[in-house]
């Protein structure tokens, strides 16, 4: 029975530890006009607005932090919330030492009255993956693409 435990403990992963992170120099302004998420040929009362969530994000510690999600409260001129039951904002996937900057797009209802702000963000990862994997053919959206030329 002990040599089941032991290769069962063996065999099994180590759990993934959640790590917060800090998050800095925040704005929030539509995305721009030649994004593909933009979508102006779908600009109308019933559709939605593009917005991207832009800052920095610092990982204290020596190791990357994988699967990242940022959480926040995404809020229109009146103080209302603009995603109904919802604070995970995106993922911005793993996130190496020190400080990174990230870009996230949202979907926001149109009509949605601005200046649009947001508050309580804050970013979460684990040590080890949670999610399945992006492969390395897999294609980049031009808001990625453009933070991965910097």
Do not use: H
């Amino acid at each position: 029975m002990l040599a089941l435990l032991v290769i069962g403990a063996l065999v099994l992963p180590a759990p993934a530890w959640a790590a917060d992170l800090q998050v800095s120099e925040l704005s929030i302004e539509p995305c721009p006009a030649e994004d593909i998420g933009a979508q102006p040929e779908l600009r109308r009362p019933a559709g939605a607005s593009c917005y991207a969530l832009r800052g920095s994000v610092v990982n204290p510690t020596r190791k990357p932090v994988v699967d990242t999600d940022v959480f926040a409260l995404i809020v229109d001129s009146s103080g209302e919330p603009v995603l109904q039951n919802r604070t995970r904002v995106g993922s911005i996937g793993d996130v190496p030492p020190g400080t990174s900057a990230f870009a996230l797009r949202l979907s926001v209802p149109a009509g949605t009255p601005g200046p649009l702000s947001f508050r309580n963000v804050k970013a979460r990862g684990f040590s080890a993956p949670v999610r399945t994997r992006a492969g390395v053919d897999d294609e980049l959206l031009p808001l990625e693409q453009a933070l991965a030329d910097q």
